[in-house]
């Protein structure tokens, strides 16, 4: 089970690919320099692969538990969040006006990379502290941002992000939660499930930030307003003082992620349970959105991360285990044996996983580092093409990674063979935890509907529209590439693909069929995945490829044979060589899943709709 982190990986995108020392222009950054960015990864790695990891296996045999009213967490959990936050890591990007440490998100998000598959469970307790204290810091009044940031962002408080009931699930709008006007605050009653961290005994303070309905608003998500509601009120000294009635009535049993506490929570139980609203009444559902989307970009970081980590154990595994002979070697009852990573069929699995995991990485990795740039340059055009990108991009984060990362994952417990079947290999808990990814922060589905009904839709179609002429510039300028011409006119094939099934999705719709396109939604966020990770990669080949070529002709060599030789010697050769190979695998084997997905869609067969069930 040893967690191994691909920092040759993380490095290329970072500085390599995205450059991200150019981000400390910035007057927000302008105390930083690339060597501190690289410091902070390499702090993130020991603390990954010697204090996290390690706590992996005892906390997912040994999770959160509910022991006589209390929600109480493994102490292999509160040892390692106390390390955790004594080093900042829950504020990385938060601002210094807090505690946080005012780092770029880009870098927020690759420190993330490295840390949250040691130990998922884990990592969503200060995560969605942090997240929470980040909202109050953005839309709450004086008073919230003093009396609740800064605990939260140095972990001496938690938070947690609270929408779901059992009734309503992902209809947000069905939520009944009340809030009754008390003065300048509210009074809460109701009831919340399947809240992540939504209680536990590892901070003197909890803090919630949920949806609930103001007596007398409209009905569905335009009535819902947004509150913070602590666990113990706070005196006007910034101590702890009384109950404030909201407590957790649960913890559940899930298929993964056992070391984080999934509550349920009651408030107005037995008691008054006070709170302060956020922004005015009936907003809270534009406001909440906000802190969605940054935790969507997060769960999408997540999945990356686990199918990473998944990847790394598959390829050590594949390069140990003996078994079998070379294929060429069928007959020859006496030829030795060898390890799997030798097979064909290994090989593929290994080449799908790096491929989605490359191809994942760069998309999150680019769409946090636009984010980086709608946030902080005053050139009005960047920040509205870059705010495009985010926008359209950032259920493709979400929904596709995840999914991919899943996917991607069983492969690799697959390569284990009947050992990855078997807990104690690690791949196991690694596809256990990863599932919740597509459905938590909004299921694939709702993923697929935001894109398709939505953003592509958006503006007249405007943000699709010049997502496809980055798509076409890119292969006009690289359709004759001595190295991936090919990949290149199958990447402008699809895209030209993508936007027919768009039209055709998009006629039936407007055409007054709407149940038709919603059927096809989830597919067509797996084509837009396709298309856009095929673009993510072969831009990352194109870099590869020059950086290769550079080498080549400082070593003086010119023949196949020479390459062949130095690829397999020099570090850096091998990783630019790889990529470029990576690249070509995706394209010419992941990719083509777009015209399935095509042909479905264009089928006009709407049998999910008239069966009877």
């Not at 509160?78 to 780092?103: C, I, M």
């Not at 802190?291 to 990473?308: F, K, P, T």
């Not at 479905?600 to 069930?613: G, N, R, T, Y």
Request: proline content about 3%; charged content about 20%; some cysteine.
């Amino acid at each position: 089970m040893a967690y191994r982190v691909d920092m040759r990986d993380i490095h290329f995108n970072l500085f390599e690919k995205l450059d991200i020392g150019n981000l400390c222009a910035f007057e927000a950054y302008k105390d930083f320099s690339t060597d501190d960015y690289k410091m902070i990864l390499n702090e993130a790695e020991k603390l990954a692969v010697n204090v996290i990891a390690p706590t992996l296996a005892p906390t997912d045999k040994d999770g959160a538990k509910f022991v006589e009213g209390q929600v109480v967490v493994p102490e292999e959990v509160r040892d390692t969040l106390h390390k955790f936050n004594e080093g900042g890591w829950g504020a990385v990007s938060a601002s210094p006006e807090f505690g946080g440490q005012g780092l770029p998100a880009t870098l927020a998000v690759g420190t993330g990379d490295i840390l949250v598959a040691a130990n998922t469970g884990f990592s969503g307790y200060q995560g969605l502290t942090s997240a929470t204290a980040n909202l109050i810091a953005e839309e709450g009044s004086d008073y919230l941002k003093e009396t609740y940031c800064e605990k939260m962002l140095t972990g001496v408080w938690a938070g947690a992000m609270v929408l779901t009931e059992a009734q309503a699930g992902s209809a947000v709008g069905d939520i009944k939660t009340s809030a009754k006007r008390d003065g300048d605050t509210y009074l809460l009653t109701g009831n919340k499930i399947f809240i992540s961290g939504g209680d536990h005994d590892m901070n003197e303070n909890m803090v919630h930030v949920l949806l609930a309905r103001v007596e007398g608003a409209p009905p569905g998500i335009k009535g819902l307003s947004l509150f913070v509601a602590p666990k113990y009120l706070v005196n006007p000294d910034g101590t702890i003082g009384q109950f404030n009635h909201l407590k957790a009535t649960g913890v559940e049993e899930k298929m993964g992620m056992h070391a984080s506490a999934t509550c349920s929570i009651s408030y107005g139980e037995d008691g008054p349970c006070r709170a302060w609203i956020i922004g005015e009444e009936n907003q809270g559902i534009q406001i909440m959105f906000k802190l969605m989307n940054h935790a969507r970009l997060g769960v999408g970081m997540q999945g990356v991360s686990q199918a990473a980590a998944a990847y790394q154990l598959a390829l050590d595994y594949a390069k140990e285990r003996i078994q079998g002979t070379r294929i060429e070697d069928v007959r020859d009852a006496s030829a030795p044996s060898v390890p799997i990573v030798e097979h064909p069929d290994v090989r593929r699995m290994l080449l799908t996983q790096k491929a989605v995991v490359e191809a994942t990485r760069s998309l999150v990795y680019s769409v946090s580092y636009w984010l980086d740039r709608v946030n902080n340059t005053t050139d009005d055009e960047e920040r509205q093409r870059y705010s495009d990108l985010v926008e359209l991009l950032t259920p493709i984060c979400k929904g596709y990674s995840t999914e991919m990362a899943f996917h991607s994952i069983t492969l690799a417990l697959q390569v284990h063979g009947g050992y990855g079947y078997c807990e104690e290999y690690g791949v196991s808990v690694l596809l256990r935890d990863a599932k919740i990814g597509t459905i938590y922060e909004g299921t694939t589905g709702i993923q697929a509907m935001d894109l398709l009904g939505r953003k592509v839709a958006m503006q007249k179609g405007r943000l699709f529209q010049n997502f496809v002429g980055l798509l076409s510039d890119f292969v006009k300028s690289n359709i004759a590439h001595p190295e991936l011409e090919r990949h290149f006119k199958l990447l402008g094939e699809a895209k030209d693909q993508l936007v027919a099934t768009t039209i055709t999705l998009g006629t039936k719709g407007m055409g007054g069929d709407i149940a038709y396109p919603l059927q096809y939604a989830t597919p067509y966020l797996f084509m837009f995945g396709h298309v856009a990770c095929s673009y993510f990669i072969l831009d990352q080949a194109l870099l590869a490829y020059e950086k290769l070529q550079a080498i080549y002709e400082e070593k003086g060599i010119r023949d196949d044979g020479g390459k062949a030789q130095l690829v397999q010697a020099h570090g850096d050769a091998k990783f630019y060589f790889n990529k470029i190979e990576t690249a070509k695998f995706f394209v010419a084997n992941i990719l083509p899943d777009v015209y399935g997905i095509a042909r479905s869609a264009e089928s006009d067969d709407k049998s999910p709709m008239h069966i009877v069930f």
